[in-house]
C-alpha cells in the first residue's frame, strides 16, 4: 500500500490495464459503445473475464450487473490510475531509426507523454527538427533536463554509449529513463527503468519456428 | 511436454534464457571470462539466483560447484535451446521509421534471424534499398513469401493496415508474426503471434512518475 493509501498496482496490472484502454479506445473509434461486458474484452485480449473484473475492482471500476461496465468510466478509470491525465515532459536521446520513429508517432499525447526535445552526439543533426522536435547537442542535455524539470530521459543509443547517456540523465535528476538500447543499465534504487528490448521478442519466436 | 519428449520452455524462461545470453555475450565482449557464478547473473541481471541455476537446469546446463558454470556452455545450451543456431528468414512489411530501424539493426544475426526483403505500399520506395533489403511491392508480398518458404512475418504499419497484412502473410503460410504495429491481430491457431506494443511500457512509466 502506497502512501496515498490505495494499493499499488504491479506491472503485469497497469499492462493489462493498458491493453484493456488501448482495446476499448480502437473498438469506440470504430464505432460507438456505451457498455461492454468484461467476456468480450476477455475474449478479444486472450485474458480471463475474471481478471478483466478484478483488474477493473482494483482502480475502483464496478460494473453494472449484466450490462457489463460503462465504456467512459472504464476508460477514465485507467487514465486516472495510471497517470495519463498528469501530462509529463520526456527528451529522447540519439535520433537513429528508433529514436526518430519514436519522435515522429503521434499516440503518445494519449499518455500524458509530451517529447520536448531530442538530443545527439552527431554534429550534422544538432539544429535540425526530427518529428517537429530541435535535436540539441549532447553538452546542452543536462542543463535542458535540469531547466525545464524533465522527468523522463528515453534512451535510444547504441548500447556502448546507453550507460554514459543514463549517468548524465540520472545525475540531471531524471526519475524515469525508457531504455531501448539493448543493454542493462545500472542507475540509482530511486530512478524507474524500463527496458524496451526488442530482441527479446525473438527468444519465443526462434523458438517457436524451430519447432 | 512437447512430441520430441523435452520439456517445452514458457515465455519468461525463454525471455530469461535471453537475457542471460546477451549479458554473458555483453560481458565476454569486454574482457574474456571462462566460468560464471548464478549469483553474479542474479545480481546484474535483478533476478534470483535460484532461478538462474533452475532455468539452466531446464536447458540441461549444469553447474560445477563453486566454480559455477563454464560460460561457452551456457551459451551454446541457450542457443540449441532456443533455436538460433537454426537460422530462419523473414520479411518486414511496412517501411517508416520503426520498419527501417529493424531493417538496420545488424544484431539480429546472432539470433538465426534473417531479414531478405522489405514491402511497402508507397511507390516511391518500392525499388529501393533499406539496410541492404530491397523494398518490394504490397502485390509480391504473398507470392514472395509462397516461393522463399519464409515463415516469419514482421509487420511495421500502422494499426489501421495491420490486420489485412496478417491475413496476407497468414495465407501465404507464415508460422509466426512480429506484430509491432499497436493493434491486436486476429489469426489463426497455428500461427504465433509475439506483440511488440511499444507504449505498453507507457503505463508503468506513467503510473511511476505519477507518484
Not at 7 to 25: A, N
Not at 38 to 54: F, G, M, N, Y
Not at 105 to 127: Q, S
Request: aromatic content about 8%; glycine content about 10%; charged content about 20%.
Amino acid at each position: 500500500v502506497s502512501t496515498d493509501g490505495k494499493p499499488r498496482l504491479g506491472r503485469r496490472v497497469l499492462e493489462r490495464l493498458m491493453r484493456y484502454y488501448r482495446f476499448l479506445s480502437e473498438t469506440t473509434a470504430r464505432k460507438p459503445l456505451e457498455s461492454v461486458t468484461s467476456a468480450h474484452i476477455a475474449a478479444a485480449l486472450d485474458i480471463d473475464a475474471t481478471q478483466v473484473r478484478k483488474d477493473f475492482g482494483a482502480i475502483g471500476v464496478l460494473g453494472m450487473g449484466r450490462v457489463g461496465f460503462d465504456v467512459c468510466e472504464v476508460c477514465r478509470g485507467i487514465r486516472v490510475a495510471l497517470g495519463f491525465d498528469q501530462p509529463y515532459q520526456a527528451v529522447v536521446v540519439g535520433t537513429g531509426h528508433l529514436g526518430s520513429a519514436l519522435l515522429a508517432y503521434p499516440g503518445f499525447a494519449t499518455y500524458g507523454l509530451e517529447i520536448v526535445a531530442a538530443f545527439d552526439k552527431a554534429k550534422g543533426k544538432i539544429g535540425t527538427t526530427v518529428g517537429r522536435c530541435p535535436v540539441k547537442s549532447m553538452r546542452s542535455l543536462k542543463p535542458f533536463i535540469r531547466k525545464h524539470g524533465i522527468r523522463l530521459a528515453i534512451i535510444t543509443t547504441p548500447a556502448s554509449a546507453a550507460q554514459t547517456v543514463a549517468d548524465r540523465v540520472v545525475s540531471a535528476g531524471v526519475s524515469a529513463i525508457w531504455n531501448f538500447s539493448p543493454t542493462q543499465l545500472v542507475v540509482p534504487r530511486h530512478v524507474y527503468v524500463r527496458n524496451e528490448h526488442i530482441s527479446l521478442g525473438l527468444s519465443v519466436l526462434a523458438y517457436h519456428l524451430k519447432r
